[in-house]
């Protein structure tokens, strides 16, 4: 009977923990967007998909050494007037979706 009691009681005792909203529990930090500016050149770009691939240097802001790498472009418009060949500066900010370009500016 004994162990039927301690049952109940620990289900009883543990449901409103689950009932309550989550808090952060202290040492457990969310996730923020990182961000860092580039400089690079434009290798590739996909207007209908909003997307630039860039080959560039370092980014220290997110540790990132130097590559070529595709980017989504938000907002879509930024993409007006760059073209393929050309030398840029970009901001690039990294979330849980990945990274968006979300400035771009023509040397």
Not at 10 to 34: E, R
Not at 61 to 81: D, E, N, Q, Y
Not at 94 to 104: F, K
Request: proline share 10%.
């Amino acid at each position: 009977m004994k162990p039927i009691v301690l049952l109940i009681t620990a289900s009883l005792t543990a449901t409103p923990v689950i009932a309550q909203p989550a808090k952060q529990m202290p040492g457990m930090a969310t996730k923020a967007a990182k961000s860092g500016n580039g400089s690079g050149i434009v290798k590739a770009l996909d207007p209908k998909t909003a997307k630039v691939t860039i080959q560039h240097g370092p980014i220290a802001a997110l540790a990132w050494p130097g590559m070529t790498m595709a980017f989504i472009v938000s907002p879509p418009t930024l993409l007006r007037g760059v073209k393929v060949g050309q030398r840029i500066d970009f901001m690039v900010k990294v979330t849980a979706t990945g990274p968006t370009v979300t400035a771009i500016k023509p040397r």
